[in-house]
Structures are given as structure tokens and as C-alpha cells.
């Protein structure tokens, strides 16, 4: 592929932000949540728990210390507004001395039977508090809630439809929307990607609402004091030991408001100075418990995401595939970059020339071939991306083959031993790419989204490389939908598996997508490693080709026909015209979020939908209704 549909999820955020801090003016969030509870007063919750065989009791556990006395009732009346009843509240005061607190929490106590409420007799910090509550809990979940935040009236409802559409899921986590102190929106969503335990080394993205089954808590020895400020994270890592990828559900909807209290890191990392350093040591147990060969460093601008350089384990042959067409000054750059870069002790390079006919570039491609071991595969034909490159692979006694365009250069030290070591993490990762920037700095690629107005597009695109991208993806070792032929590495046996590139139908454009499509079919899975990082000038040697509109016609119909959804990325982000916020949006969404419910409900009755149910999709991505929830 050679032209993507351009993106760039931080202007939208920004956009997005600017547009909600002028609505909040109008709309306040209590205004809305009014009008919430209004659109749900007639909603018959029989209707879905009619279809769920599975009814668990949930235990939302509250730590609880010098919480302002407002923000404390509220964040209770969210769970008393439930609309699932089979839950308890554990409210574990943490030494607070206040006896507003105390009269706050006997109150609503004695108020209803489902609330249970402790005091510490000193402060223990929010581990041990976190612990206490935990002991007393007695459902098959734990639900994890901030004394200063919210839970939306459905969110229960949506972790039980998600457990009876996917049983065998011991955790469960959903998007969350950052609230103001005043109590409007601050327009910052976060709309997570689905798990991916190579993201959650580098952060702690899941963070709220998250639910965990009670006895995997307790396998793993509760929270841990010594990691209080990121106390949630090193639970998740340790957690994340003990489940498979399938026992991990993300739910695609806002259930949780996080309030950006002086105190919380929803306002700024640093109220918490301690959290960083917390979560640094988190990550290194992890990494030390895995016995995963890196080194771990703290992003300079986000101090609670973790850079993972990785070590190789193991060296097998990588044929570094580059096809050109003429265009000697970019090939030779190219070739001189790469070379001076790479550190790796068992790779080759071979050139695809595609009928040369420049005498300065056929005189170099010979002397490379006797001097420094280059090889030259002649593609005597039109161009066809993807036929050249399915021609050479076939000949090819390599484990890993890199694709690489002639118009990169500035190759990051150890580039190659990154994307080696990426696919080296797992079997199943069928390949994986890097960073690619523009000349002037800004950020080409950093991963691909599929699905986005129909056809593919970069993520990040047009960022500055010194500035984080949509919640600091661009920084984050991660699972993606896809990465871009213009550089990427792929196991041989994957690639043939699958029948390599579709030759026919994209000699071109979309090949790459089209591909990892494919090879996600067979479940494999693709990663983005931002350590590997390189120059991209792009469609230097080819330009656009002609037939770009029917490809892209193509890849439409293909995704038609597949229903695919991108997990990794909610469409949501990108849809300008969904971000739109008007008064009657909080309705418009409500009704869409009650219909979504009620159809993923009566889906569970399905014969066909017997077992795992396969990942649950958002209110309408293509609308933009979960931007409009937050």
C-alpha cells in the first residue's frame, strides 16, 4: 500500500476537547446525567437479564481517605443508580479522622444492606485499605472504584452482558471519560484498545472501569503496598501471568467518570510523583517475572509509559527484501543507512530491480554485488508489488524477511534486532513494524487502523515526533491491526500460510492490509514497536497508482464481506463529523447505548452465539455515539 487514508488522532482530540469545553458551558454534566436517568426510568432491565444466564454479584471496592464529602456521596449514589441489582459496596475508610466521612458512610450504610462500610484505625495507605475491603467481599467479581468517581447507571449491566457473551473471561475492562472538578466534561476520553499484554508493559491503559474475578485477585496475593501510586498496574501485570489473551474482555462503551481532582492523576501525572517510579518498579518485576530480555526507561514526556528495548533471544537469517526502480541517489542511501545501523550478525540484503534502466544505478547494483555480498533479483515486468515480492520470498531459505522501501534512510540504531526480538515475544506474532516519520520531523506511521472511512489509514499522522500522539500510542509497544509494507518484518511461514501477497487483486495499493487481514483470519497477530524508527519520504520511485480508486473499491468489499472491526483502535477517534456535540446528542446516544444492550442481550439466546460470543462491538463506531456518551 502505498497511499493511506490520512489521520492524525490528536488533532481530533484537541478538536474534540475544544468543542466539549464550549458545550460543558451549556450542559452541564449533572444536566446530563438527569437527563440520563430520565431515558433509563423506562428501560426494563428484565428485558436483557431475561438472556443472561449468568446474574453474578459484583463487589465494588471503595478505599476511601479525606475524600471531599460531596464527590464521596456521589461516587455511592452511582452505584446505588445501578441498574443491575445483584452488587455489594465496600467502603474501607483509610484513617481520614473526619467525621463527616464517618457520618457519610454509616449513613448510606444504614440506608441500604448491599452497602458495607470499615474504618481503619491509621492510615495504611490505599493498598492495605483496598485489601481490606477486598476480604470482606463475598461476589464473583471485584469491581474497583475511586472515592471521588463515578460509574454510569448501566455499568454493571454491561460487565454482565459481557460475562454471559464471554464466559470464560476472568477480566473485564471498559473506556473511560475525564470529568472537572466543577463537575463537567473536560473533553478527554479515553477510548482503549483490546488487551495486548506487550501494551500493558508499556502502561497501564485498561485503568478504569476494570473488573476482575475475585479468585484471580486472590491468587495472585491482593495489591501490594510497596506499589502504592501504581498499585493497579503491578495487579494488572500480575494478573495478566495467570490469563490468556481470550479470558481478557474489553468493553467498547464510557461506564466510568474519572474525576480530575488536585489530588488525581486524571489532572496531572504529577499530583503523584511517586506513581512513575512506582510503576517503573512494576514493570521490571514483570519483565523479570517473564524473563523477558529489555531494558526499561520512562518516557521523558509521559513518565508513566515505559520504553521497551528489547534483546534478542535467538539469531536466525533475515533477507532484507528492497525493490527499486532506477532511482540510484535513494537506493544508495538507503542501502548506506541501513547498513550503518544494523548491528545484526545474520541477515542479507537482496535488491528487486524492476526493469532499470539507469546505467548509474545497474553500475552500482554490480558493484555492491561484489563488494559488500548484495543480491539482485531481476523483475522483468510491469510493476506488481506484490507478485515481485511473493516471487522472492518463495526462493528464500530465510526464518524472517524484512520489506523495506528504497526511499527510507535514517535508520534508529539496532532497528533490525528491535523487530526481530518483537516477533521473537510470541509464535503468533506474524510480523511487525516501527515509526516512520517525514523529513521535517512529523510522524508518517505509527501502526494502521482498518476500518476508518472504509478503507486503512496511519495512526498518528502528522504528529510531531516529539509530542505523544493520542494517549501516548505512538510511544507504546502495542498490538495493531496492521503495520505498512513501506517497512516490516514477517515470518516466512506465516506469509506463505496465508499465500503471501494477493498478486491479482492488489499488486499494489492496500497489499499490506489486505494481508494482515489474512493472516488475522488465521490468528495471528501484528505488532508496533516505536524503538524501530526510520525516515520515510514516500512513493518516491512509483507516485500514486492509477488504479488506486478500484483499489480501494476492493478493500471496501473485502471489509464489507468480513464485518471486520479493528480492535486496537475505535473508529470514534477519527470521525470528525461525530464529534459534533449538540444538545440533543446526550439523548440521541442514550437511546443508541439502550439498543445496543437490548440487542447484544437477546443475541445470547442465539444458538449460534453459544460459547465465546468474539469481541463485543461499540454503541455505532461509525457514529461516534461513545464520544458522544463521555
Known sequence: MREYHKLNPLRYGRRLEQRFRRWRRRLPFRFQQRRIARAYANFDVGEVLQHCRRQPVYSIVVPVFRAEPKW???CIESVLQQLYPHWELILVDDGSKSKSIDEILRTYAARDPRIRAFSLPRNQGISAATNHAIAQAQGEFLGFLDHDDELTPDALLWMVVAHNRHPRSKWFYSNEAILELDGNYVGRFHLKPAYSSEHLLS???PCHF?????ELVERVGRLRSKFDGAQDHDLALRIADHVSRDEVTHIPQTLYFWRATPQSTASDVKTKPAAPLAGYRAVCEAVGRRRLPCEVSPDPVIPTLFHLKLELRETPKVSVIIPTRNACRLLRRCLESLQSATNYPNYEIIVIDNQSDEPELLQYLRRQETQAGLRTFRYDKPFNHSEMHNQVIATLDSELVVLANNDLYDFSPG???????TVQLDEKIAGAGGKLLF??????HAGVVVGVAGLAGNTCYGVPKDQPGYLGRDRSLQD???????LMILRKDAFEAVGG????????????VDLWMRLTEKAYRCLYNPEVQAVHEESCTRGVPENELEYRRRLQ?????????DPYWDLAIFDDHATRVRREATAQWVLSKVNSLREQAASLSDPAMAGDAGPMPSVDSSSGADHQAA
Not at 523529513?439 to 508518517?444: D, E, H, K, S
Open 480 to 486: 495493531v491491526a496492521a503495520v505498512t509494507g513501506a
Open 439 to 444: 523529513p521535517n520531523g512529523t510522524i508518517q
Open 415 to 421: 532497528w533490525l534486532e528491535q523487530l526481530v526480538s
Open 203 to 205: 502502561v497501564m491503559y
Open 557 to 565: 468489499e473485502n471489509l464489507t464481506r468480513s464485518q471486520y472491526v
Open 210 to 214: 476494570t473488573v476482575y474475578r475475585r
Open 72 to 74: 464521596l456521596r456521589r
Open 501 to 512: 501477497f494477493d498478486a491479482q487483486r492488489f499488486p499494489t495499493s492496500y497489499n499490506d
